[in-house]
């Protein structure tokens, strides 16, 4: 199935840019047009050997910007790139390609027909009796969230002001896609955070923790406030990994920190605070 939207781009932008040419250049040079109107096309064919990775590539003629965008979360700039698909099912994939004469939009849908292979390389996410052995408890200083777990869920809670975080050490491989998953549920917290670092940035104990935010609950951006019982990759609402599914790569190999933090300021972590459960950081086979 294709979508097809065309349109001129007369914008600001290259009016500008076609006024500073005027006035730069000579009568002649001045005269020139735009290009003509594109249409949008690109392919979208299975990766040979691994039906879950789509090859995206336009095919526009004189494309110079290209934007991809899918319903899996995946975001990318690039004239030709490999998308992942974790689970099987229909996916639109959106286009959009700039040119001289202006820009353009497309869609293709596309079926996925079966779960990507994976394996989980994070130990102790079931949180039942002994995980809490794979996992590290991080002072960020000052008052300390509680943090520990018990009747199988991690339990971070609060009375007041705090902050605290645990974490746990994964090793990682350059160019594969990874996904992180896990259950949070809360009775609606105040003035509080929720927040999963994904970062090579090695945990200190005695200092908070900073680094790439990949998702997280925010109430001072719009979630976590009221009850919630779902998957923080799909319901948080601030960090880089934000509407992408917890999908991710990595540019480098190496050793990353999976930091979990929760706390408030002026407020709690709500009515027997926030439990996290069946946490998952899966590698594509």
Not at 238 to 261: E, L, P
Request: charge should be neutral; aromatic fraction near 10%; charged fraction near 20%.
């Amino acid at each position: 199935m294709n979508f097809q939207y065309i349109k001129h781009t007369r914008t600001i932008a290259m009016a500008a840019l076609l006024a500073g040419a005027v006035s730069g250049c000579t009568p002649e040079s001045s005269d020139k047009g735009l290009g003509p109107l594109p249409t949008a096309s690109f392919t979208a064919d299975p990766l040979a050997g691994n039906p879950n990775k789509i090859v995206v590539k336009n095919t526009t003629p004189g494309g110079f910007l290209f934007e991809w965008i899918d319903d899996a979360g995946h975001k990318s700039k690039r004239e030709t790139d490999t998308l992942s698909f974790f689970q099987a099912g229909k996916y639109k994939i959106q286009f959009t390609v700039f040119t001289s004469g202006g820009y353009a939009k497309t869609a293709k849908e596309i079926t996925i027909a079966q779960n990507a292979e994976t394996q989980d390389i994070l130990q102790g996410g079931n949180m039942e009796a002994g995980s809490e052995q794979f996992w590290t408890v991080l002072n960020t200083g000052g008052t300390q969230t509680g943090i520990k777990i018990e009747n199988g869920k991690m339990v971070f809670s609060n009375t007041g002001n705090s902050n605290g975080a645990i974490y746990q050490k994964v090793s990682v491989k350059a160019g594969k896609s990874y996904v992180f998953s896990g259950h949070v549920q809360g009775n609606g917290a105040t003035n509080s955070w929720f927040e999963v670092y994904i970062d090579a940035a090695v945990p200190k104990q005695g200092s908070d923790y900073s680094g790439n935010k990949f998702i997280s609950l925010n109430t001072w951006s719009g979630c976590g406030a009221v009850a919630f019982n779902d998957d923080l990759a799909k319901i948080g609402c601030d960090g880089t990994g934000k509407d992408k599914n917890g999908i991710m790569t990595f540019s480098k190999a190496g050793d990353i920190y999976i930091v979990i933090k929760a706390g408030s300021s002026g407020g709690t972590l709500g009515t027997g605070g926030i439990t996290l459960d069946d946490v998952k950081f899966l590698e594509e086979k």
